[in-house]
């Protein structure tokens, strides 16, 4: 977890029908980011770059275009930006964040790194398969610069975005505004043995 900074921001409300998605992605995104879908039947990551939308399912690497027709909420992001929509009656409806030297306002801002569950089973052409004792399978796609080390658990970078009302007069209460997702990243290891099942057990 990061310490409290400030950072100049802008949000914009969103409310599109599903055939605007594409464009509207293809204005605001001109770098690879990461797809968050959630599905009538199932959650799934991936990566857009260049109009593509392209998730990863199944229980085998199975690479293809996000089916609109089942999704019931959509993140498109990356270190800089956030898109993020929810299918209400008929419309998507959400907010677009970013952070930008000329945006509306300066506010507070904390980053920290969240656990994504289950262990990497198996690393794949930039996807890792997260499998965990309970069932659960989920490829996660992995922005890289080069080759690394092989990672055994990953997590999910996220920025907390808050007010603090009356901070010369109250101070440490806080307001939170608003949350995105950044990137994927390694788990901060913590030493041999330790597993989500482990991990479980503890809590």
């Avoid at 055939?19 to 509207?24: N, R, S, T, V, Y």
């Avoid at 089942?70 to 990356?78: D, G, M, S």
Wanted: glycine content about 8%; some cysteine.
């Amino acid at each position: 977890m990061s310490r409290v900074q400030k950072i100049i921001s802008k949000t914009e409300k969103i409310n599109i029908c599903k055939e605007e998605i594409a464009g509207k992605v293809e204005r605001l995104f001109h770098e690879m980011s990461y797809l968050y879908v959630v599905l009538d039947y199932g959650v799934a990551m991936g990566l857009y770059e260049n109009g593509n939308f392209q998730v990863c399912m199944g229980s085998g690497k199975k690479i293809a275009s996000i089916p609109w027709e089942y999704v019931q909420e959509l993140a498109v992001f990356n270190q800089y930006q956030e898109l993020r929509l929810r299918y209400v009656q008929n419309r998507f409806c959400g907010r677009y964040c970013a952070d930008e030297d000329d945006g509306e306002s300066e506010t507070y801002f904390m980053d920290e790194v969240q656990k994504l569950w289950g262990n990497v089973e198996l690393e794949e052409d930039g996807y890792c398969l997260l499998t965990s004792f309970r069932g659960s399978r989920l490829w996660v796609p992995v922005i890289s610069d080069g080759p690394g080390r092989i990672q055994k658990q990953m997590g999910i970078k996220v920025r907390t975005y808050m007010d603090f009302p009356l901070a010369s007069e109250r101070k440490g209460l806080f307001l939170k505004k608003d949350e995105r997702f950044l990137g994927i990243c390694p788990w901060p290891w913590k030493g041999d043995g330790e597993t989500d099942e482990i991990l479980y057990q503890s809590i």
